[in-house]
DNA sequence: GCTATTAAGTTGTTATAGCAACCAAAAGGG
DNA sequence: CCCTTTTGGTTGCTATAACAACTTAATAGC
């Protein structure tokens, strides 16, 4: 049995988050809302004002990524950036209105969207992929050294 | 225990792909070859001169993407596009001198990839992450319908 | 207090991914 | 044989991701 690359682990876990990109930027779309756009606005409902450098943090995006993205949903109407007067290198966002309200729509989907995706696995099946994973990510970081 | 979207499974593969695919382009970088664009130059040293739609096929990915792809590879020296005599909207792609010896330095970094990506997990665990993997886009793809 | 370093963001570039609209060639139906 | 439909590719646009280079502001060392 030839192992082609097509096999290799590392496709089918990129065809999978291909697949659940895609999926979930569709139920995002009637509400303008991109996939990882949701996710900064997923941190500001929860904690309103954060600064781009925290949410580089939290979500372990490159900067310049964080910024395109706070730029977009700023474009989009969704949040304000201000100038942090403490340390004027900072930008903050803020919910705007509008933005502050998605999260009742956006919320549900996004719980409705882990509950489809894990349909038919159970507590300990979950763990087992999460731990495989855990392994592959440490397994490419010490690697990396 | 509050589950936050961090938690999220689709978050976790979504985090582990890019770590894998920034990991392996590291390893191609010294080559100037991109990874997706390697997908497409495995295809070719298996059977030169397949046409863009073959490879969208094979590859089951969008045919723009697969158009830049080649139009990248051919920039870069790999292949040459050539318009199919018997079919003229078709473009069949053919590997460059350089595109063919590339293989022999490539293809030992892609099976060293997937050996360190595996390592320190079983065939059953394998096999398991696969099965879980294919449940995940089984659900989304049923609930597309 | 001045200078060197660090830190927060921005801009530019490349690669990937997917969608819509389009063009030209081939295939099908009468 | 002509007209319609399908097919293979291209172009344009948006979103994501990573890296390099840059600006400005804050901080550290002296």
């Known amino acids: 049995m030839k192992l082609t690359f097509q096999d290799y682990i590392s496709i089918k876990i990129h065809k999978t988050d291909l697949l659940l990109t895609s999926f979930i930027k569709a139920r995002f779309e009637p509400y303008n809302l991109a996939p990882e756009q949701n996710l900064i606005l997923m ?4 904690h309103d004002g954060l600064t781009q450098n925290q949410l580089v943090e939290k979500l372990e ?8 993205m706070a730029s977009s949903l700023e474009r989009k109407g969704f949040i304000k950036r201000i100038q942090c007067p403490e340390d004027r290198r900072s930008v903050r966002l803020y919910l705007t209105k509008r933005g502050q ?5 956006i919320i549900p ?11 038919g696995i159970s507590e300990d ?3 087992e992929l999460e731990r495989l ?10 690697s990396l050294n």
Chains 1, 2 share one sequence.
Do not use: H, P
Not at 109 to 119: L, P, Q, W
């Open 109 to 119: 989907i996004a719980e409705e969207f882990n509950e489809i995706v894990c349909r």
């Open 43 to 46: 941190l500001l409902w929860e």
């Open 125 to 127: 099946e979950l763990f």
């Open 61 to 68: 995006k490159d900067k310049t990524n964080i910024a395109r």
């Open 133 to 142: 994973l855990a392994k592959i990510r440490e397994n490419v970081q010490n």
């Open 101 to 105: 309200e998605l999260g009742s729509s």
